[in-house]
């Protein structure tokens, strides 16, 4: 492919880069106990949350932030952000009062919000900055006996469950992201799947980002008690923007005894321009805790968004075998980086996990795996099996692996294999005397490299993020 | 003296020098002349540090030991750069073979007492060394050597070393290589002895067609500590790079693996292989494992595995349904282990002492 057909490609405006005109509420910038206690009073919480929310705020004050990932940023100012920003009006009751706008743009970007939902059979939560707007299938899930709502409904409708499970698996103090996002959080999804319930229908939350400097801090709870089944979907995408934007998450899953969740993640925020301006800055924090016997976290994700991507989905494993699993495609082009993997703690007997990392780099990026695979003296039978594989298109990128092994028990099995390696001339050859251009081909082999990982997704995922492998390389070929 | 590092630093994660400075260490006392190894090789022995002229041969290509100012922030470097008193220059001309040298460190005291050897050794052009260095001694001490390595185009140096400290030592080796064009480092540590030890490799590829060989054993049990530190920096083109550390650990010992390869924008053609395989003998023993990989050009071929788990129980099985006693299995089992790191030692002086110290281990626990 010759230079200039690469320019051009490079060149090529993000898709979903648009911005809706609606109007914000917003307070003022920075971070101070009023803020708090303002985000607190705005979403009527009770006191014991407001209380919880000032004690992680006053921990925050006293951590730094951490720097030992492999990423490059200027510093952030916290007291120049907005932390709390909703649409202007009042919460809607049915999809007639959602502001037009607003469907407008879920549209744009694809969302089965009403009769596509139907027919996608999601029941979406759609977050659109900090307030929850539409919920649908409530009845359908509600009859199950399952509660999919956003966190604040849930505050006021179900404070025991909240109260009990909010912040056990991240705790306050956890890191410095986790407890900048326990004080000032301002919505996220709730999920709760009685004991012996299968979800019936696959939940999902699209997230976006659209006031200007807003931070975007949302928390996710997910319970599924004992032999409870679970498959979340959450997905992104964000309007262009010049300024970077802070977003640090967290989410939180249990899983009680035989309980399954499956986690899975299209991310595709703005990632900035080709000359690695603007971008989300994404620092998230999700920990899964396999409680119960038998338990099973699975996290999948596809990681091509964001300037900045910090983000260790993990998992506890407590209980006497349980599962985690952790999938992962992490694609960085032009500036981006990322720096991303998993933690495996096995605590019980005969738990087990797999980690399969797939990192693609092209452009001047670097993309980093990080992960631990801990293995403590009472984990009797554990195993793990570890797979870190990383693709380099271009010379200006990097690629990194990271992975810390801790055994104590010798009767675990612990296995860890990386390799770092480059398009073959042989396998482009192949595709383009097939006809394909070089473009196609190596939007091919890279799905190819992917498929152990987005195999893990569901189906519509599973297409939607073929799609944005392809779209994501565009112009880094060769 | 500059601070020892700590565990707050990333690469001192999993080692934690508290014991060791928790300690009061004198100068080296005057060495009585123990008993050494007798391989017929010429040699260099340093009795607590010194050299000891009565018990070395003459070797035409030893100089006497310069001090040199230490130009790295590494802190054991650092203090070994403020305090060191003697070590071994050697300078290998281009184009000569000088054959094999063996290099015995002994030391024994009443007190515990530090010394800080600082070796260099350069090879010019075509030049080839063998060196065998075996550490051995009683008694509590700080064992802390710097060994700098300059290999000019086409060099080949062979550099096989044994720690056997006392089990109350502390032995901290920083080697420090760099590989010009088609010059081999071949490089082999095996871990019996000290308290705690770490042994830091540094290698860095200058050249196109460099070869870096970086292979170690650590045989550790009761409260051992050991640990084996690699850095292999591919700063030129078409380097290939080979890694392989086995570790055996028994009682609560634990042991650690560190390993990086870096490879440079400019370093396409890299081959870079790692691997790292432990087994752990015993329900205290612990391994920590960090495999790393940090990679800036595209045309490269890297990859590193790591295992860890226990000897196989149908291999036991099978060699004690053979008449074969339990102990015995098991040493052959571990021997079988170590072997694919062994490998490139083929001297034959230096594969019979490994060999010995290796196949008594097991038997001695």
Redesign the interface.
């Known amino acids: 492919m010759s230079t200039t057909e690469m320019q051009a490609l490079a060149e090529q405006k993000y898709k979903y880069g648009f911005t809706t005109e609606i109007e914000m509420e917003a307070f003022p910038r920075g971070l101070n106990e009023d803020i708090i206690r303002m985000i607190s009073a705005k979403k009527e919480e009770p006191d014991w949350l407001l209380q919880w929310r000032l004690k992680a705020y006053a921990a925050w004050l006293e951590m730094e932030e951490p720097h030992?990932a492999k990423l490059h940023h200027p510093p952030i100012d916290y007291q120049d952000l907005y932390y709390y920003a909703a649409p202007a009006k009042a919460q809607p009751k049915s999809l007639d009062e959602v502001d037009p706008e607003l469907l407008k743009t879920y549209e744009k970007l694809g969302i089965p919000l009403n009769e596509r939902a139907a027919l996608a059979g999601v029941a979406v939560d759609a977050v659109f900055d900090s307030v929850s707007v539409a919920t649908t299938f409530r009845e359908t899930l509600s009859k199950a006996g399952v509660i999919f709502c956003p966190i604040s409904e849930a505050v006021r409708e179900h404070p025991e469950l909240v109260r009990e499970y909010l912040g056990s698996v991240v705790p306050v103090r956890d890191n410095y992201f986790a407890a900048l996002n326990s004080a000032v959080f301002s919505d996220g999804s709730f999920v709760y799947i009685p004991k012996g319930v299968r979800c019936p229908m696959e939940l999902s939350t699209y997230f976006r980002i659209n006031a200007k400097n807003t931070g975007q801090f949302e928390r996710t709870l997910i319970i599924a008690d004992e032999a409870a089944s679970v498959s979340y979907l959450e997905g992104c995408t964000a309007p262009m923007r010049d300024e970077n934007q802070l977003h640090a998450a967290v989410v939180e899953l249990v899983a009680m005894d035989e309980a399954k969740i499956k986690y899975s993640t299209v991310q595709n925020w703005y990632p900035g321009d080709a000359e690695g301006k603007g971008g989300i800055y994404n620092f998230v924090t999700k920990r899964g805790a396999c409680r119960g016997r038998n338990s099973k976290i699975s996290w999948t994700q596809v990681e091509t968004g964001s300037a900045i991507t910090w983000k260790y989905p993990s998992c506890i494993l407590q209980g006497d075998g349980s599962v985690g699993e952790f999938y992962s495609v992490a694609l960085t082009n032009n500036y981006q980086q990322a720096d991303t993997g998993t933690k495996m703690i096995h605590l019980g007997k005969n738990t087990t996990s797999t980690i399969i990392s797939k990192g693609i780099s092209a452009g001047h990026s670097n993309n980093t795996y990080r992960g631990l695979v801990k293995i403590s003296?009472a984990a009797s039978g554990a195993r793990n099996f570890t797979q870190c594989d990383?693709l380099?298109?271009?010379?200006?990128?990097?690629?990194?692996?990271?992975?810390?092994?801790?055994?104590?028990?010798?009767?675990?099995?612990?296995?860890?294999?990386?390799?770092?390696?480059?398009i073959a001339e042989d396998q482009l050859f192949y595709c383009r005397s097939r006809g394909l251009s070089q473009e196609d081909a190596v939007g091919l082999i890279v799905n190819g490299f992917c498929k152990d990982v987005l195999k893990e997704l569901p189906m519509e995922f599973a297409v939607e993020a073929q799609k944005l492998l392809s779209v994501s390389l565009e112009g880094s070929v060769g | 003296m500059t601070a020892l590092p700590t565990k707050k630093l990333?690469a001192w994660r999993y080692t934690d020098l508290r014991p060791l400075a928790s300690i009061e260490f004198s100068a080296p006392p005057p060495a009585a002349i123990p008993a050494l190894p007798e391989i017929d090789l010429p040699r260099l022995v340093f009795l607590n540090g010194v050299l000891a002229k009565e018990l070395s041969s003459p070797f035409a290509y030893a100089r006497n030991f310069q001090a040199i100012a230490e130009d790295t922030a590494q802190p054991l470097a650092l203090i070994n750069a403020e305090t060191a008193q003697d070590g071994v220059t050697l300078n290998i001309p281009a184009g000569v073979d000088a054959g094999t040298l063996l290099l015995i460190s002994h030391a024994s005291g009443d007190a515990p007492f530090a010394f800080h050897l600082r070796h260099r050794i350069t090879l010019g052009e075509g030049a080839q060394l063998t060196l065998i260095e075996i550490a051995k001694g009683e008694g509590v001490y700080w064992h802390d050597p710097v060994t700098d390595i300059e290999l000019a185009q086409g060099a080949k140096f062979a550099h096989i070393r044994l720690q056997d400290e006392s089990r109350e030592a502390f032995h901290l080796a920083t080697i420090r290589a760099r590989v010009a064009g088609a010059a081999v480092y071949d490089h082999f540590t095996a871990t019996i002895g000290a308290r705690l030890s770490r042994t830091e490799i540094g290698a860095v590829l200058t050249g196109t067609g460099a070869l870096a060989h970086l292979n170690g054993v650590q045989l550790l049990a009761g409260t051992q500590h050991g640990d084996f530190t690699t850095v292999v920096a591919h700063k030129a083109p078409g380097c290939p790079s080979r890694q392989t550390v086995k570790s055996v650990l028994a009682g609560t010992a634990r042991g650690v693996f560190q390993g990086r390869i870096e490879v440079d924008?400019v370093a396409?053609q890299t081959d870079g292989f790692q691997l790292s395989q432990?087994l752990?003998?015993?329900?205290?023993?612990?391994?920590?494992?960090?495999?790393?990989?940090?990679?800036?050009?595209?045309?490269?071929?890297?990859?590193?595995?790591?295992?860890?788990?226990?000897l196989d129980a149908e291999q036991l099985f099978y060699l004690r349904s053979r008449g074969i006693p339990e102990d015995q299995a098991r040493s052959m089992l571990i021997r079988a282990f170590l072997e694919e790191a062994l490998e490139p030692v083929t001297q034959p002086q230096a594969r019979a002492v490994l060999e010995e110290a290796i196949d008594g281990w097991w038997v001695k626990q």
């Open positions: 030992w003296a990383s380099l298109i271009g010379d200006q990128c990097g690629a990194h692996t990271v992975p810390y092994i801790e055994n104590r028990n010798m009767s675990a099995k612990v296995e860890h294999e990386a390799t770092t390696s480059k | 990333e924008r396409q432990a752990l003998l015993s329900p205290g023993a612990e391994m920590d494992i960090k495999p790393e990989l940090e990679i800036f050009a595209d045309d490269v071929k890297c990859s590193h595995g790591a295992t860890i788990g226990a």
